[in-house]
């Protein structure tokens, strides 16, 4: 359910699925050099698809009952939604969150468009944060192999500040090409301080 790599439905990169996230396709955008340090977990942003009742799926470290989902479109926040449950996807899953909510502002009907994704970040701009078009996003991992799923613009700057790449691994994680793969990985990435950093990395084979 991912919108538009298929993990974000927000058309049908929001679910996620970890069906429709194995779904490979070519990759795009241009790649360019960034520093790959981790960030803490409370810097981690997470994505999630969130339907029209408030409910969806997250992808990232577990959301908490009570954090609010930003959900924007291609030009500004359409509405915030804030949790009520949560539940891992799978039980050995801590990357793929089913949730409920409420909506707590704005009009959840715009979020039947595939051009909608909802966000957690502490540091996002309600007023100026809005969907970034993956086709115009750089990915951040060098590599043919890697995919951008989606990115935000938390600040208003033209600019994907969080992006979603996805790509077939190895045992460590690592980009890898699709014959040789032992499982499906996705990467958040974060910018802080006008410094792309990765921060968080998972892989899918525990959600299956």
Known sequence: MLCSAGMFRVASV???????????????GRV???ERQRGGTAAVPVLCEVKTDGSGICVGP???????????????TIAEVRITRIQAMAPQCNTLWSFSGEA????????????TIGVIDP???RRLAHRVDEDHIESPTPGPEVRVLLGV???????????????????QGQPTSSSSAVDFCIDI???????????WSTKLQSCR
């Open 189 to 199: 990435w974060s910018e802080r301080d006008a410094v792309m950093k990765r921060a």
């Open 123 to 125: 540091g996002i701009d």
């Open 62 to 76: 577990a959301p908490q009952v009570g954090d609010s989902i930003t959900v924007v479109d291609d030009t500004h």
């Open 153 to 171: 613009d938390r600040d208003g700057d033209g600019t994907a500040d969080m992006i979603v790449t996805q790509f077939n691994c190895d045992k």
């Open 14 to 28: 929001v679910l996620f699925s970890a069906t429709a996230l194995t779904a490979w396709g070519a990759p795009r």
């Open 104 to 115: 707590t502002r704005g009009d959840l009907s715009q979020s039947k468009s595939s051009k």
């Open 32 to 34: 360019v050099r960034v």
